[in-house]
Protein backbone atom coordinates (compact mmCIF):
# COMPACT_ATOMS: atom_id res chain seq x y z
CA UNK A 1 0.00 0.00 0.00
CA UNK A 2 1.24 3.72 -0.61
CA UNK A 3 2.59 5.85 1.83
CA UNK A 4 0.09 8.61 3.02
CA UNK A 5 1.80 12.11 2.52
CA UNK A 6 -0.15 14.73 2.91
CA UNK A 7 1.39 18.30 1.81
CA UNK A 8 0.13 21.35 3.80
CA UNK A 9 -2.95 22.17 1.42
CA UNK A 10 -4.68 19.13 1.86
CA UNK A 11 -5.20 18.84 5.38
CA UNK A 12 -5.88 22.71 5.93
CA UNK A 13 -10.00 22.61 5.20
CA UNK A 14 -9.73 19.57 7.69
CA UNK A 15 -7.90 21.28 10.09
CA UNK A 16 -9.90 24.59 9.68
CA UNK A 17 -12.87 22.61 10.15
CA UNK A 18 -12.57 20.51 13.35
CA UNK A 19 -11.33 24.03 14.45
CA UNK A 20 -14.40 25.91 13.41
CA UNK A 21 -16.01 22.47 15.36
CA UNK A 22 -14.17 22.17 18.28
CA UNK A 23 -14.94 25.97 18.71
CA UNK A 24 -18.66 25.61 18.51
CA UNK A 25 -18.92 22.79 20.63
CA UNK A 26 -16.64 24.54 23.32
CA UNK A 27 -18.64 27.99 23.62
CA UNK A 28 -21.95 26.65 23.62
CA UNK A 29 -21.46 23.36 26.06
CA UNK A 30 -22.47 20.75 23.20
CA UNK A 31 -20.21 17.85 24.77
CA UNK A 32 -23.37 16.79 26.19
CA UNK A 33 -24.72 15.72 22.70
CA UNK A 34 -22.50 12.53 22.49
CA UNK A 35 -24.25 10.86 25.24
CA UNK A 36 -27.47 11.35 23.74
CA UNK A 37 -26.96 10.65 20.30
CA UNK A 38 -23.61 8.04 20.87
CA UNK A 39 -25.52 5.85 18.37
CA UNK A 40 -25.14 7.99 15.54
CA UNK A 41 -21.78 8.44 15.18
CA UNK A 42 -20.76 5.07 16.34
CA UNK A 43 -22.96 4.25 13.30
CA UNK A 44 -20.94 7.08 10.88
CA UNK A 45 -17.81 5.32 11.55
CA UNK A 46 -19.08 2.81 9.09
CA UNK A 47 -21.62 4.95 6.93
CA UNK A 48 -18.46 7.50 6.06
CA UNK A 49 -15.96 4.51 5.30
CA UNK A 50 -18.06 2.95 2.95
CA UNK A 51 -19.18 6.21 1.91
CA UNK A 52 -15.90 7.27 0.63
CA UNK A 53 -15.18 3.33 -0.43
CA UNK A 54 -17.83 2.56 -2.52
CA UNK A 55 -20.60 4.01 -5.04
CA UNK A 56 -23.04 3.48 -1.94
CA UNK A 57 -22.72 7.23 0.07
CA UNK A 58 -22.99 7.60 3.69
CA UNK A 59 -26.94 7.90 3.32
CA UNK A 60 -27.05 4.97 2.08
CA UNK A 61 -26.12 3.21 5.03
CA UNK A 62 -27.01 5.91 7.25
CA UNK A 63 -30.70 6.29 6.29
CA UNK A 64 -31.89 2.81 6.74
CA UNK A 65 -30.23 2.20 10.35
CA UNK A 66 -31.82 5.74 11.31
CA UNK A 67 -35.68 5.35 10.08
CA UNK A 68 -35.95 1.48 10.65
CA UNK A 69 -33.91 0.32 13.82
CA UNK A 70 -33.85 3.82 15.25
CA UNK A 71 -37.25 4.67 14.31
CA UNK A 72 -36.23 7.84 13.47
CA UNK A 73 -38.75 10.00 10.75
CA UNK A 74 -37.33 9.86 7.18
CA UNK A 75 -37.36 13.36 6.67
CA UNK A 76 -35.16 14.26 9.25
CA UNK A 77 -33.14 10.95 8.17
CA UNK A 78 -32.91 12.44 4.61
CA UNK A 79 -31.80 16.05 6.40
CA UNK A 80 -29.26 14.22 8.42
CA UNK A 81 -28.06 12.50 5.70
CA UNK A 82 -27.64 15.78 3.20
CA UNK A 83 -26.05 17.79 6.11
CA UNK A 84 -23.03 14.51 6.82
CA UNK A 85 -22.14 13.59 3.08
CA UNK A 86 -21.85 17.62 2.71
CA UNK A 87 -18.63 17.44 4.92
CA UNK A 88 -17.35 14.15 4.63
CA UNK A 89 -18.24 12.94 0.78
CA UNK A 90 -16.83 16.93 0.21
CA UNK A 91 -13.82 15.44 1.96
CA UNK A 92 -13.18 12.36 0.51
CA UNK A 93 -13.93 14.52 -3.01
CA UNK A 94 -11.41 17.07 -1.57
CA UNK A 95 -9.09 14.44 -1.10
CA UNK A 96 -9.42 12.46 -4.33
CA UNK A 97 -8.91 15.86 -6.16
CA UNK A 98 -5.52 16.27 -4.50
CA UNK A 99 -4.29 13.10 -4.68
CA UNK A 100 -5.16 12.61 -8.35
CA UNK A 101 -7.01 9.69 -8.23
CA UNK A 102 -8.06 9.22 -11.66
CA UNK A 103 -11.97 10.38 -12.07
CA UNK A 104 -13.81 10.48 -15.39
CA UNK A 105 -14.58 14.20 -15.57
CA UNK A 106 -17.58 13.70 -18.94
CA UNK A 107 -19.57 11.12 -16.50
CA UNK A 108 -19.05 13.96 -13.15
CA UNK A 109 -20.16 16.72 -14.97
CA UNK A 110 -23.10 15.54 -17.26
CA UNK A 111 -24.56 13.70 -14.13
CA UNK A 112 -24.08 16.49 -12.05
CA UNK A 113 -25.68 18.74 -14.29
CA UNK A 114 -28.99 15.77 -14.21
CA UNK A 115 -28.51 15.70 -10.69
CA UNK A 116 -29.15 19.21 -9.76
CA UNK A 117 -32.69 19.48 -11.87
CA UNK A 118 -33.62 16.12 -10.42
CA UNK A 119 -32.96 17.31 -6.72
CA UNK A 120 -34.65 20.39 -7.34
CA UNK A 121 -37.38 18.23 -9.36
CA UNK A 122 -38.04 15.73 -6.61
CA UNK A 123 -37.94 17.24 -3.07
CA UNK A 124 -41.19 19.68 -4.61
CA UNK A 125 -42.92 16.86 -6.72
CA UNK A 126 -41.84 13.44 -5.86
CA UNK A 127 -40.15 13.63 -1.84
CA UNK A 128 -43.97 14.60 -0.60
CA UNK A 129 -45.97 12.03 -1.97
CA UNK A 130 -43.38 8.84 -1.48
CA UNK A 131 -43.85 6.02 1.04
CA UNK A 132 -40.52 5.22 2.79
CA UNK A 133 -41.43 1.57 2.86
CA UNK A 134 -41.56 1.10 -0.62
CA UNK A 135 -39.04 3.27 -1.74
CA UNK A 136 -36.56 1.25 0.61
CA UNK A 137 -37.39 -2.00 -1.06
CA UNK A 138 -37.50 0.18 -4.71
CA UNK A 139 -34.14 0.71 -4.17
CA UNK A 140 -32.28 -2.41 -2.49
CA UNK A 141 -33.97 -4.92 -5.03
CA UNK A 142 -32.72 -2.60 -8.16
CA UNK A 143 -29.41 -2.68 -6.29
CA UNK A 144 -29.72 -6.06 -5.97
CA UNK A 145 -30.40 -6.73 -9.13
CA UNK A 146 -27.59 -4.77 -10.76
CA UNK A 147 -24.86 -6.44 -8.32
CA UNK A 148 -26.56 -9.60 -9.92
CA UNK A 149 -25.82 -8.74 -12.73
CA UNK A 150 -22.45 -7.34 -12.50
CA UNK A 151 -21.24 -9.99 -10.83
CA UNK A 152 -22.12 -12.25 -13.68
CA UNK A 153 -20.17 -9.63 -16.14
CA UNK A 154 -17.74 -10.47 -14.24
CA UNK A 155 -17.11 -14.28 -14.07
CA UNK A 156 -16.04 -13.63 -17.67
CA UNK A 157 -11.87 -13.03 -16.89
CA UNK A 158 -11.61 -11.48 -20.45
CA UNK A 159 -14.15 -9.00 -20.02
CA UNK A 160 -12.58 -6.01 -20.63
CA UNK A 161 -13.05 -2.31 -19.02
CA UNK A 162 -11.82 1.07 -19.85
CA UNK A 163 -10.64 3.96 -17.46
CA UNK A 164 -12.46 6.77 -19.23
CA UNK A 165 -15.15 7.24 -21.42
CA UNK A 166 -14.84 6.85 -25.56
CA UNK A 167 -16.31 9.76 -27.06
CA UNK A 168 -19.90 9.98 -26.88
CA UNK A 169 -22.20 11.56 -29.21
CA UNK A 170 -25.35 14.41 -28.10
CA UNK A 171 -27.99 11.15 -27.60
CA UNK A 172 -25.20 9.88 -24.80
CA UNK A 173 -24.52 12.56 -23.26
CA UNK A 174 -28.48 13.59 -23.04
CA UNK A 175 -28.50 10.00 -21.45
CA UNK A 176 -25.74 10.86 -18.63
CA UNK A 177 -27.53 13.89 -18.06
CA UNK A 178 -30.63 11.71 -17.63
CA UNK A 179 -29.34 8.88 -15.85
CA UNK A 180 -28.53 11.90 -13.25
CA UNK A 181 -31.77 13.41 -13.53
CA UNK A 182 -33.27 10.28 -12.41
CA UNK A 183 -30.64 9.91 -9.38
CA UNK A 184 -31.41 13.53 -8.25
CA UNK A 185 -35.03 12.51 -7.71
CA UNK A 186 -33.97 9.31 -5.78
CA UNK A 187 -31.87 11.64 -3.58
CA UNK A 188 -34.37 14.14 -3.25
CA UNK A 189 -35.88 10.84 -1.25
CA UNK A 190 -33.63 9.28 0.99
CA UNK A 191 -30.38 11.93 0.34
CA UNK A 192 -28.34 9.46 -1.71
CA UNK A 193 -28.45 7.17 -4.97
CA UNK A 194 -27.39 9.25 -7.49
CA UNK A 195 -23.94 7.66 -6.81
CA UNK A 196 -25.05 4.04 -7.07
CA UNK A 197 -27.69 4.66 -10.18
CA UNK A 198 -24.71 6.62 -12.21
CA UNK A 199 -22.52 4.08 -11.15
CA UNK A 200 -24.82 0.96 -12.25
CA UNK A 201 -25.02 2.44 -15.62
CA UNK A 202 -21.86 3.23 -16.46
CA UNK A 203 -20.12 0.14 -15.51
CA UNK A 204 -22.38 -2.02 -17.43
CA UNK A 205 -23.10 -0.15 -19.94
CA UNK A 206 -19.92 1.87 -21.12
CA UNK A 207 -17.74 -0.86 -19.36
CA UNK A 208 -16.17 1.96 -16.95
CA UNK A 209 -13.67 0.06 -14.50
CA UNK A 210 -15.37 -0.06 -11.08
CA UNK A 211 -12.17 1.75 -9.43
CA UNK A 212 -12.74 4.73 -11.93
CA UNK A 213 -16.37 5.09 -11.49
CA UNK A 214 -16.13 4.51 -7.58
CA UNK A 215 -13.91 7.69 -7.18
CA UNK A 216 -15.81 9.79 -9.42
CA UNK A 217 -19.31 8.52 -8.13
CA UNK A 218 -18.05 10.07 -4.82
CA UNK A 219 -17.21 13.36 -6.39
CA UNK A 220 -21.05 13.62 -7.96
CA UNK A 221 -22.59 12.67 -4.75
CA UNK A 222 -20.65 15.11 -2.90
CA UNK A 223 -21.46 17.59 -5.03
CA UNK A 224 -25.48 16.80 -4.80
CA UNK A 225 -25.14 16.27 -1.22
CA UNK A 226 -24.18 20.09 -0.98
CA UNK A 227 -27.11 21.13 -3.00
CA UNK A 228 -29.55 18.91 -0.89
CA UNK A 229 -28.12 20.52 2.01
CA UNK A 230 -28.50 24.53 0.99
CA UNK A 231 -31.88 23.27 0.04
CA UNK A 232 -33.54 22.18 3.18
CA UNK A 233 -31.00 24.54 5.45
CA UNK A 234 -31.56 27.73 3.74
CA UNK A 235 -34.19 27.86 1.24
CA UNK A 236 -37.21 25.31 2.69
CA UNK A 237 -35.63 25.59 6.25
CA UNK A 238 -36.86 22.67 7.60
CA UNK A 239 -33.72 21.56 8.37
CA UNK A 240 -34.63 20.95 12.46
CA UNK A 241 -32.59 20.65 15.57
CA UNK A 242 -32.69 16.92 15.66
CA UNK A 243 -30.40 16.34 12.55
CA UNK A 244 -28.56 19.54 13.64
CA UNK A 245 -27.88 17.44 17.07
CA UNK A 246 -26.72 14.24 14.84
CA UNK A 247 -24.66 16.08 12.81
CA UNK A 248 -22.61 18.39 15.49
CA UNK A 249 -21.67 14.45 16.64
CA UNK A 250 -21.05 13.52 13.10
CA UNK A 251 -18.70 15.90 11.83
CA UNK A 252 -15.37 14.79 13.75
CA UNK A 253 -16.50 11.07 12.25
CA UNK A 254 -16.60 11.52 9.00
CA UNK A 255 -14.02 14.12 8.35
CA UNK A 256 -11.49 11.36 8.67
CA UNK A 257 -14.13 8.26 8.05
CA UNK A 258 -14.88 8.79 3.96
CA UNK A 259 -11.35 10.09 2.78
CA UNK A 260 -9.45 7.14 4.94
CA UNK A 261 -12.64 4.83 2.55
CA UNK A 262 -11.43 6.67 -0.70
CA UNK A 263 -7.73 6.32 0.18
CA UNK A 264 -8.07 2.63 0.91
CA UNK A 265 -9.93 1.61 -1.72
CA UNK A 266 -7.53 3.83 -4.09
CA UNK A 267 -5.30 1.71 -3.38
CA UNK A 268 -7.25 -1.75 -4.09
CA UNK A 269 -8.07 -3.71 -7.39
CA UNK A 270 -10.68 -3.40 -9.72
CA UNK A 271 -12.25 -7.28 -8.81
CA UNK A 272 -11.89 -6.22 -5.01
CA UNK A 273 -14.09 -3.53 -5.41
CA UNK A 274 -16.66 -5.31 -7.10
CA UNK A 275 -16.57 -7.94 -4.75
CA UNK A 276 -16.60 -5.09 -1.60
CA UNK A 277 -19.94 -4.33 -3.57
CA UNK A 278 -21.62 -7.32 -3.80
CA UNK A 279 -21.66 -7.72 -0.36
CA UNK A 280 -22.93 -4.54 0.36
CA UNK A 281 -25.50 -4.64 -1.99
CA UNK A 282 -26.41 -8.59 -0.52
CA UNK A 283 -26.64 -7.31 2.64
CA UNK A 284 -28.48 -4.20 2.26
CA UNK A 285 -30.99 -6.23 0.74
CA UNK A 286 -31.28 -9.09 3.24
CA UNK A 287 -31.05 -6.41 6.18
CA UNK A 288 -34.04 -4.09 4.86
CA UNK A 289 -36.27 -7.31 4.02
CA UNK A 290 -35.52 -8.73 7.70
CA UNK A 291 -36.74 -5.49 9.29
CA UNK A 292 -39.20 -4.41 7.31
CA UNK A 293 -41.01 -7.50 6.38
CA UNK A 294 -42.46 -6.78 3.21
CA UNK A 295 -45.80 -8.57 3.26
CA UNK A 296 -48.39 -8.85 -0.15
CA UNK A 297 -48.43 -6.14 -2.30
CA UNK A 298 -44.64 -4.56 -1.06
CA UNK A 299 -43.47 -8.02 -1.26
CA UNK A 300 -44.69 -8.30 -5.03
CA UNK A 301 -43.74 -4.82 -5.71
CA UNK A 302 -39.76 -5.49 -4.89
CA UNK A 303 -40.25 -9.10 -6.90
CA UNK A 304 -41.06 -6.79 -10.35
CA UNK A 305 -38.16 -4.74 -9.34
CA UNK A 306 -36.38 -6.95 -9.09
CA UNK A 307 -36.78 -9.10 -11.80
CA UNK A 308 -37.40 -5.56 -13.87
CA UNK A 309 -33.51 -4.62 -13.09
CA UNK A 310 -32.24 -7.86 -14.20
CA UNK A 311 -33.95 -7.41 -17.20
CA UNK A 312 -32.67 -3.98 -17.74
CA UNK A 313 -29.01 -4.28 -16.39
CA UNK A 314 -28.47 -7.81 -18.82
CA UNK A 315 -30.30 -5.53 -21.72
CA UNK A 316 -27.60 -2.70 -21.15
CA UNK A 317 -24.95 -5.33 -20.94
CA UNK A 318 -26.01 -6.74 -24.46
CA UNK A 319 -25.52 -3.77 -26.21
CA UNK A 320 -22.68 -2.17 -24.50
CA UNK A 321 -22.25 1.35 -26.48
CA UNK A 322 -19.54 1.62 -29.04
CA UNK A 323 -17.47 4.78 -30.11
CA UNK A 324 -17.80 5.19 -34.12
CA UNK A 325 -14.63 5.04 -35.52
CA UNK A 326 -13.80 8.61 -37.28
Not at 156 to 172: D, G, M
Request: glycine share 8%.
Amino acid sequence: MKKLNFKYHQIAPITAIYSAWITYMTSTNQWYLFIDNWFMSVTMIFASFIAGATAEGGGAVAFPIMTIIFNIQPDVARNFSFAIQSIGMTSAAYFIFTRKIPIEKVYLSFCSLGGFFGLIFGTYLIAPIVSPAYTKMFFVSLWLSFGIALFYLNMNKYRQVIASLPSLNLIEKLFLVFCGFLGGIVVSVVGSGIDILTFSVLTIRYRLSEKVATSTSVCLMAGNSVIGFFIHAFWIKDFGIYEFEYWLVCIPIVLFGAPLGAYFISNCSRNFIANLLYFILCSQFIGAFLVIKPTGLLVWFSFSIFVSGLILFFSLARIPYKAKKK
